[in-house]
């Protein structure tokens, strides 16, 4: 290989703590366009707790079955989901996915599968990553186990924890 | 991202840092058994934890670990003479036992008892395995000694080596968490490295670079699922086990030799990184040993006499653009453990976390992070004995193994990640 001089400005040298204050020192972009969505009552306390801390963009939902939800014809529902706000109003899967590039599904040993499939395939159609944070203990009778079955097939990454701070956790990672 | 006192409070290992007072509860690495090979050998400086310290081994093969400084006008104890039961300063004759205790001031009358007033700073130093361990926190909270199979096989099944590394210690942790970054940065070394090279794993991990990670709490730490398409719909699952807080094993390959590493902070812009191969049943080759002391695998070629490595950052790690072109080494650097230290050194000496913009894939980081602050602020705040430091948590493994679409790997796995002495890795 030809030997090259190398320039100590053009070398590793340069990550110097002192030459670390040469680095480019702009702003962030805010956020990713991030959507969470608890997928049963227990994980819902939990979603809407975390919504009350100030995020930058983050949107957040509870999900219900079709016909647990009022109103059977309601405009939230999409192939066997019925997504709420935190307000209690409805939202609409497609719309809410719109122009989203993360979502977040919150469960807990209770959650739905059929709920996981229809936003997890809904993800994969407009190639919007899918993450889950399932909160239980072990794995065992009533831990999470089923869960994570349920929600394997729908989630690119799934944390099992029985600390439910490691929703808010994941989402200041994400800058949600 | 993470808020810029977080950041601080997980770097700073000094004296009196939460970081720091939390790797004080644990029984770290100081030496490899070979620095100190022989009684009244030459002293060794090592800096831990931001403490400048001495390490030494005396005529009854007792080791010490003791401030580096001499009591009387502090010069450096290495210049010092190691003979007949002590280490001696070379300035004034002044001589210490391995507890630190002076035990002569030649300048003071036959009979002084000065010198009983004069006691220095000192650790205890263990040898397990290759490893000379040491504890640097309260004595009245000593831990028992470390589990880690590694060190506790016959010597004929491991080997261990050290480098220096210019970083500091969690970004450098945070690349052994870190599976996704195999399929890339590695990718030449799975081909080519000979303690990597023909595992039937390669051919998956080289097959799906997108896999699916599940994260989840372990008693000491966690355990990291990385997830690939294997044949008929099955998984090839490789885990990760971290415990806390510094030690991380990479999930094998084959009958390969099992590898790990522990990340020690020597400051807060530098680590060690203890790195080892054993393999649970049988010796190591010599075929194998030959390539760990070559620098193969996780390992480094140092600057002889020295725990530097040859490629380091005043030489650009020696890149090489051909072979980079040829994707023999997808980065250009040769080796595993150079090709992860140049870019953990490239970020700088601490990593502005302020600046980062995570992923869902990186949710082993986050975690690892939560649980470090977490244990950190409890012990800071109630006394609380993180996790890791239990010997129970120490006995883990990693695993690689194929699984069904519908299988846990935390369920399939649970023997798999728990030393049973006598019985092999888990892997394919």
């Not at chain 2, 010092?80 to 001031?105: F, M, P, S």
């Amino acid at each position: 290989m030809p030997m090259r001089p190398i320039l100590l400005n053009s070398c590793a040298m340069a990550t110097t703590a002192a030459e670390a204050r040469f680095r480019i020192d702009v702003p962030i972009a805010p956020s990713r366009a991030t959507r969470v969505m608890a997928l049963d009552p227990a994980a819902a306390a939990v979603v809407r707790s975390v919504a009350e801390q100030h995020w930058a963009g983050a949107r957040f939902f509870t999900c219900h079955s079709p016909a647990a939800a009022a109103g059977g014809e309601a405009a939230g529902e999409v192939a066997g989901v019925v997504l709420r706000r935190i307000n209690g109003s409805l939202a609409r899967l497609s719309d809410e996915l719109d122009g989203a590039d993360v979502a977040v599904m919150v469960a807990t040993a209770d959650a739905s599968a059929s709920a996981a499939a229809t936003i997890g395939d809904a993800c994969t159609q407009r190639g919007i990553m899918t993450a889950a944070v399932i909160l239980g203990d072990g794995y065992g009778t009533g831990g999470a186990g089923g869960a994570v079955s349920a929600l394997r097939p729908h989630a690119r990454v799934l944390m099992v924890t029985s600390d439910e701070h490691d929703v808010a956790e994941v989402l200041t990672a994400l800058r949600a | 991202m993470l808020k810029q006192e977080i950041n601080e409070l997980l770097t700073r290992t000094g004296p009196g840092t939460p970081m720091g007072e939390l790797f004080r509860q644990y029984w770290i690495p100081a030496f490899l058994a070979e620095e100190l090979p022989e009684n009244d050998c030459p002293p060794v400086r090592v800096k831990l934890l931001s403490e400048r310290l001495i390490g030494f081994r005396d005529s009854d093969g007792r080791y010490g670990l003791v401030d580096e400084f001499c009591a009387h006008r502090g010069a450096s104890l290495w210049f010092g003479r190691n003979e007949e039961g002590g280490l001696r300063c070379a300035y004034h004759g002044w001589k210490y036992d391995v507890t630190g205790q002076c035990v002569e001031v030649p300048s003071e009358a036959e009979n002084s008892r000065f010198c009983a007033n004069v006691r220095l700073t000192a650790y205890p130093l263990v040898r397990i395995g290759d490893i000379l361990w040491t504890h640097l926190g309260d004595p009245d909270r000593r831990p028992a000694l470390p589990e880690f199979e590694f060190v506790h096989v016959p010597p004929e099944q491991t080997y261990t080596s050290k480098r220096w590394q210019e970083c500091n210690w969690l970004q450098a942790l945070e690349g052994g968490i870190d599976s996704s970054h195999v399929s890339w940065l590695h990718s030449g070394a799975l081909n080519s490295d000979p303690l990597f090279r023909g595992a039937r794993g390669n051919k998956y991990n080289m097959g799906d670079l997108k896999p699916f990670f599940e994260v989840v709490d372990s008693p000491g730490g966690l355990l990291v699922g990385a997830r690939r398409n294997a044949e008929n719909g099955s998984y090839y699952w490789r885990i990760t086990p971290w415990v806390m807080p510094n030690f991380t094993m990479v999930p094998p390959r084959g009958d390969h030799p099992v590898h790990g590493h522990f990340w020690v902070p020597i400051d807060d812009e530098n680590c060690w990184v203890y790195s080892f191969d054993y393999h649970p049943v049988r010796a190591l080759t010599g075929t194998e040993r030959q390539a760990m002391m070559d620098g193969y695998g996780v390992h480094s070629q140092n600057i002889p006499g020295t725990y530097r490595p040859v490629q380091n950052k005043d030489n650009d790690y020696l890149m090489d653009r051909d072979a980079q072109r040829r994707s023999e080494h997808y980065s250009g650097i040769r080796g595993i453990a150079m090709q992860d230290a140049s870019l953990q050194e490239s970020m700088g000496p601490i990593v502005d976390r302020t600046k980062e913009r995570l992923v869902p894939a990186d949710s082993g980081i986050i975690k690892a992070r939560q649980k470090l602050r977490r244990a950190a602020v409890a012990l800071r705040d109630e006394g609380a004995m993180p996790p890791g430091v239990d010997p129970e948590h120490q006995r883990v493994r990693s695993a690689a193994i194929v699984l069904g679409p519908d299988e846990s790997f935390v369920e399939a796995c649970r023997d798999a990640v728990t030393v049973l002495p006598g019985t092999p890795q888990v892997s394919v």
